[in-house]
């Protein structure tokens, strides 16, 4: 296996998660401008308020989401105590910069047919705030609201977030039409799918389970001829009371038929169970945030 060479930049561990904040709120800012903005649609959030605003007071976005969040910021200080986090803090001052500075460069609507602007500006927008967040920072905006709810109610934090986005997505149906409210949903939907893949990254890899007669042989197999680390479990049937060893390894995309074939060479009737993963951290795969 070769093994994989991680690339440093002087200084990022301090400056690159900034960097990358800076460019996740000009993604969702764009997604804003371009997409929910000029179509009357939003994905919730305080975004979604200044879009209404807008429209009723013509009252610029970037004025809407200054305006109320920093004072969410001040009473998430208030409320809880500690710190307001310098990376929150900057995004959201950089995602009210973005929207403004798109706005006055007057920037044309990609399109005015309202369900593509639902679907490109969920996924701009989901794909920006993914960034934020992948850098462990935060936008401010309704989350502070939810964890309010969250404290005074017996309900979660994510069943705050969604009647907080659910309050303001049936404004838009009260003050537009109800449609604006169902486009706004969908944009909801494939918002929060974009930064989950944003998150946790895209299924690039493979877990594999195998329960065999011939673990040591299968093992022996996968360490000298692919180069993957594995691990043994001690295990036991639950109807026949037999003990077996359990191999679990992780493969990338490109290996997972030639693991399939190395493992049923050995053992015909070996049982192999074939997972999904989002991500793997350490040794021959991603490098720790840590190290990044």
């Given at each position: 296996?070769?093994?994989?060479?991680?690339?440093?930049?002087?200084?990022?561990?301090?400056?690159?998660?900034?960097?990358?904040?800076?460019?996740?709120?000009?993604?969702?800012?764009?997604?804003?401008?371009?997409?929910?903005?000029?179509?009357?649609?939003?994905?919730?959030?305080?975004?979604?308020?200044?879009?209404?605003?807008?429209?009723?007071?013509?009252?610029?976005?970037?004025?809407?989401?200054?305006?109320?969040?920093?004072?969410?910021?001040?009473?998430?200080?208030?409320?809880?105590?500690?710190?307001?986090?310098?990376?929150?803090?900057?995004?959201?001052?950089?995602?009210?910069?973005?929207?403004?500075?798109?706005?006055?460069?007057?920037?044309?609507?990609?399109?005015?047919?309202?369900?593509?602007?639902?679907?490109?500006?969920?996924?701009?927008?989901?794909?920006?705030?993914?960034?934020?967040?992948?850098?462990?920072?935060t936008t401010g905006g309704t989350d502070v609201l939810a964890r309010f709810l969250s404290h005074v109610l017996p309900i979660s934090m994510g069943q705050g977030l969604l009647a907080v986005d659910f309050v303001?997505?049936?404004?838009?149906?009260?003050?537009?039409?109800?449609?604006?409210?169902?486009?706004?949903l969908i944009a909801l939907f494939l918002s929060t799918r974009a930064v989950d893949l944003v998150q946790e990254g895209?299924?690039?890899?493979?877990?594999?389970?195998?329960?065999?007669?011939?673990?040591?042989?299968?093992?022996?197999?996968?360490?000298?001829?692919?180069?993957?680390?594995?691990?043994?479990?001690?295990?036991?049937?639950?109807?026949?009371?037999?003990?077996?060893?359990?191999?679990?390894?992780?493969?990338?995309?490109?290996?997972?038929?030639?693991?399939?074939?190395?493992?049923?060479?050995?053992?015909?009737?070996?049982?192999?169970?074939?997972?999904?993963?989002?991500?793997?951290?350490?040794?021959?795969?991603?490098?720790?945030?840590?190290?990044?």
């Amino acid at each position: 296996m070769t093994p994989t060479v991680a690339v440093r930049i002087p200084g990022w561990r301090v400056w690159g998660p900034f960097a990358l904040i800076a460019a996740g709120t000009a993604v969702t800012a764009l997604g804003i401008d371009v997409f929910y903005a000029p179509n009357r649609i939003s994905d919730g959030g305080v975004a979604g308020v200044g879009i209404i605003l807008l429209y009723l007071l013509h009252l610029p976005v970037w004025v809407t989401l200054t305006a109320l969040n920093l004072p969410l910021l001040w009473l998430s200080h208030r409320l809880w105590g500690g710190r307001v986090g310098v990376r929150t803090v900057f995004g959201t001052l950089m995602l009210s910069l973005w929207v403004g500075v798109f706005a006055s460069l007057h920037l044309p609507a990609v399109t005015h047919n309202t369900l593509l602007a639902a679907i490109y500006g969920g996924i701009l927008s989901g794909t920006g705030l993914g960034l934020v967040f992948r850098s462990r920072g935060t936008t401010g905006g309704t989350d502070v609201l939810a964890r309010f709810l969250s404290h005074v109610l017996p309900i979660s934090m994510g069943q705050g977030l969604l009647a907080v986005d659910f309050v303001i997505i049936s404004a838009y149906g009260l003050v537009f039409d109800p449609q604006a409210a169902l486009y706004s949903l969908i944009a909801l939907f494939l918002s929060t799918r974009a930064v989950d893949l944003v998150q946790e990254g895209i299924a690039y890899a493979r877990a594999f389970t195998i329960i065999s007669d011939r673990p040591d042989e299968i093992a022996r197999a996968i360490l000298s001829e692919m180069g993957r680390g594995l691990t043994r479990w001690a295990g036991e049937g639950a109807y026949t009371g037999q003990h077996k060893t359990i191999l679990f390894v992780l493969v990338s995309r490109p290996e997972v038929t030639r693991l399939k074939e190395l493992v049923y060479r050995v053992d015909p009737r070996a049982f192999v169970v074939v997972g999904t993963v989002h991500e793997v951290i350490g040794e021959g795969f991603r490098s720790p945030p840590a190290e990044e």
